[in-house]
């Protein structure tokens, strides 16, 4: 039981980088923009949030404000990255997986190269503390797995619906989805599918950049130039595993993390098992769910990764 | 306008490409000083391997006066490793090292190429071609310091091991702190777990994190991954750290939760390999690595003195002069099996 309950809570705040970049790479999908480049904002992200904090501390604690400022800084350099991609792909029309590789390159180069400048070797932050709910973190079992952790953890999940309401319940949530399934149809309606686009990309790089600032203040608490480490293809990935759905994309980084999380303890347990295959597990996962679910892909942006040009019958 | 701004961001991706990379010659250049250059694929301040082979050639730089002109170049992958080998080789250098056993298959075709220059990687205990040097720390050592430590002061009776692979230096450092665990503690429980990556903090984090809440309260992890199990142990009141590098001890969370660590003497290395390039050997040999030839030191965090027993401190001691007095003590460590822990 108690196995049970350690690897459940562990899972829940392991798997918010993943859940904040996928979301932010769903709206850029759902407005037919595929970034493969949240792995180098996630980057910037990770950078630029724990600059604040370090700069202010140089590694020593420091007030909760400036930690938030860091998630301010990571997401504004975000949101500032996912126009720079619009300006790419839908101002310059740019084939969109070639410019997502380059942003990639991109953000992992700058972020590493600002912070051997500004920081030097690899440093650690205090970061952002643990906020147990007061009352409902005693409750026996669901208290630790639900109510145990910082409070990044508990915004990002009620981000979740939040998303949900924004994609399906506002006016901006359905120009999203227009521009990204029928952009010409969107454009005879009167919707400016340039503006709805680039409107996408501050939202997704914004949330891709908190998600690096999350890895680098509230998880490991430190920063390296390797910190993602691929997290932001499997966020992309997330993407597809969740169908375009908030709350599947939930799902899909909650069930990606309790598999790392599961082989990891499972390792520990000393069963006859090769640890690659053991590491391997989450990402098998991915790959089976995603071919399984291939032929159910009806809620795919149908013009995604297309550039739009209303002077171009496509 | 377009165009041009087209072509200033494809301009500022592809800089972005060179980014990560940096360089830097140290040293007076006398003409009898041997030009040595390091190629690693992490940075010099990584608390960790790469950090451990650059310290120990400035620290070679100290102590052979004029002796040593040296240059390196960091975040390196295999594919490029070639080209800045290459360069360096028209640059004149004497000694090119790839300080990786990644580096292997290019230091061997560039050694073929360039039969005039000396050429080291590591970790290998292979015997290489005559112009090259391989090195190989006997790692089980370290590990089994860490081990005696880990075992004697964990009070849950359950220890943390996170290793990067299970290959080179890292599987004889995890190997010795099994032996070395069970040596003064053959009833504590030893959670091993492998992340897969040598450079992934977070994962590395998250292994610590789980072995944490499954009760290790003494936890240790080989390579530079391991500052993010560093760190996550921190994060525990009750956890301790023993570390594989002496640079952990002097990070934040080293100075609170280290209790002591191990560390890579590569001066020792490469003062070995300079002496043998000035008697004309210019490879063909694996230099390992031990307590007994000075390959190794081993510090204890002052500022956490106090958590330290002078028992523990005995043990320590006791393997520590079996490892100076004699190499090869601990050759039974390839027969530990993580299964049966």
Redesign the interface.
């Known amino acids: 039981m108690d196995?049970v309950v350690?690897?459940l809570?562990?899972c829940i705040p392991?798997s918010v980088a993943l859940l904040l970049a996928s979301l932010g790479e769903m709206f850029n999908q759902r407005a037919g923009i595929f970034n493969l480049g949240c792995e180098g904002v996630m980057a910037m992200g990770a950078f630029s949030g724990m600059l604040v904090p370090f700069l202010v501390g140089h590694?020593?604690a420091v007030p909760m404000v400036y930690n938030a400022l860091g998630f301010l800084l990571a997401g504004v350099i975000g949101a500032l990255l996912g126009l720079?991609f619009g300006?790419?792909v839908i101002?310059?029309r740019?084939p969109q997986g070639i410019a997502g590789i380059?942003?990639q390159?991109?953000?992992?180069?700058?972020a590493?190269?600002l912070f051997?400048y500004f920081v030097?070797?690899?440093q650690?932050v205090p970061g952002v503390p643990s906020f147990p709910i007061p009352v409902l973190s005693k409750i026996p079992v669901l208290g630790k797995i639900f109510f145990s952790h910082n409070i990044v953890v508990y915004l990002a999940f009620l981000f979740v619906l939040l998303s949900n309401f924004i994609l399906f319940k506002t006016s901006w949530g359905l120009r999203v989805r227009a521009v990204g399934t029928h952009p010409r149809a969107a454009d005879s309606m009167g919707i400016n599918v340039t503006l709805t686009r680039y409107e996408s990309l501050l939202v997704g790089g914004a949330l891709a950049g908190i998600a690096g600032a999350y890895?680098s203040l509230c998880?490991?608490?430190?920063f390296?130039?390797?910190?993602i480490?691929g997290?932001g293809f499997i966020a992309v990935a997330l993407v597809y595993f969740g169908h375009w759905n908030p709350y599947k994309i939930m799902l899909g980084a909650l069930l990606f993390s309790l598999a790392?999380?599961f082989q990891?303890?499972v390792?520990?347990?000393?069963?006859?098992f090769p640890?690659?295959f053991a590491?391997?597990l989450p990402y098998i996962l991915v790959i089976v769910v995603l071919a399984f679910s291939s032929r159910d892909q009806k809620s795919a942006p149908a013009s995604l990764g297309k550039p739009f040009n209303r002077e171009i019958r496509t | 306008m377009k165009r041009i701004s087209s072509m200033l961001l494809v301009l500022l991706m592809a800089v972005s490409l060179f980014a990560g990379g940096a360089s830097e010659a140290t040293g007076d250049g006398s003409s009898d000083a041997v030009k040595v250059a390091l190629i690693i694929e992490n940075t010099i301040d990584d608390k960790g391997w790469c950090q451990s082979m650059h310290d120990g050639i400035l620290a070679a730089q100290e102590a052979l006066p004029g002796k040593i002109e040296y240059s390196y170049v960091e975040k390196m992958a295999v594919v490029d490793a070639g080209s800045i080998a290459r360069q360096y080789v028209a640059d004149g250098y004497d000694l090119i090292i790839g300080h990786g056993a990644q580096y292997k298959n290019v230091i061997l075709e560039l050694a073929e190429e360039y039969p005039d220059v000396s050429f080291a990687f590591g970790t290998s205990s292979e015997i290489g071609p005559e112009n090259v040097f391989t090195y190989m720390p006997e790692s089980e050592e370290t590990g089994y310091l860490s081990g005696i430590i880990a075992g004697m002061l964990t009070k849950n009776n359950i220890v943390g091991l996170v290793g990067p692979v299970d290959g080179g230096d890292s599987a004889r450092y995890n190997r010795g702190y099994v032996l070395g665990v069970q040596s003064v503690n053959p009833d504590a429980k030893i959670l091993v777990a492998h992340t897969g990556s040598f450079s992934d903090f977070v994962k590395a984090g998250e292994v610590a994190t789980s072995q944490i809440e499954s009760g290790a309260d003494m936890l240790t992890g080989s390579s530079q991954q391991a500052i993010g199990a560093l760190r996550a142990t921190a994060e525990s009141p009750d956890a301790f750290w023993v570390g594989q590098d002496l640079a952990q001890l002097t990070t934040e969370e080293g100075k609170a939760k280290c209790i002591a660590a191990s560390s890579y003497n590569y001066a020792a290395v490469i003062i070995d390999i300079i002496s043998k390039l000035d008697a004309g050997v210019k490879g063909g040999e694996c230099i390992p690595m031990n307590f007994n030839n000075g390959g190794f030191i081993f510090e204890y965090n002052e500022l956490l003195a106090d958590k330290v027993p002078q028992e523990v401190k005995d043990k320590v001691s006791e393997a520590m002069s079996n490892f100076t007095s004699a190499a090869g003590v601990l050759s039974n460590w390839s027969e530990v099996d993580y299964n049966t822990l």
């Open positions: 196995l350690n690897v809570s562990m392991f590694g020593g720079l300006l790419v101002t310059f740019a380059g942003m390159m991109f953000g992992v180069g700058v590493g190269t051997r030097g070797g690899t650690s890895l998880q490991a608490k430190m390296s130039d390797e910190l480490s997290r790392q999380t990891s303890v390792q520990g347990l000393g069963i006859s640890y690659e590491v391997m």
